[in-house]
């Protein structure tokens, strides 16, 4: 599968990040979104310049000039938008419908997805403006698993073998060692699929 502007767009929005105690778990939500096959990722409602830095520094090294990063939107605003301009609207949450029974209807319409992810309690709102509400089982985890486990079932684990075709750094899967190689020393692996 080759990703490019011709595929789905994904973007991944997290709400409800506290800077003063979600910095990791919201890195790793963009991180997740970025390695898993999502175009971009939002932070809604509040900025976070170490958490867009984090991102942005794995983007320049290991790929992914044009996955999208922003912050301080207004996360409300964002979902009516998303879905005035046609896309879904999936809100990952413990209480909704199993990913099981709604992935392939989900990938079925072809639409732009927007996958909301919370931090702290969710408000109301967005269980009602989501097209789906979304559960990856339906015990309490964590919105980074949860994040990944939808985005393999929406790719059917294809994103496992994404590339992105501009990463300065590139990993030669290896037994034992850790064997990283610079892109100018690089040929075009078999079997793996461009991302980006
Ligand atoms: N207590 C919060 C509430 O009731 O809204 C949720 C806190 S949880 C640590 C943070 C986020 O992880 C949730 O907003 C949701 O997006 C995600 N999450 C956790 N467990 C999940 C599950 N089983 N299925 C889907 N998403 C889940």
New binding site residues.
Partial sequence: MLRGPEVVKIYVLRIGHRPSRDKRVTTHVGLVARAFGASGFILGDVRDEAVLKSILKVCSLWGGSSFHVEDGVNSLDYVKKWRELGGLVI????Y?LHVDDVIEEIRKSGKDLLVV??????PREYYELADYN??????????VA?LAVFLDRYFKGGELRFIFSDAKLYVVPSPKGKLVVRSEERSEPEGLDKVH
């Fill in positions: 809100h990952l949450t413990m909704g992810v919370g931090a702290s309690k969710v979304v559960a990856i089982g339906h015990q309490p985890h964590s919105e949860a």
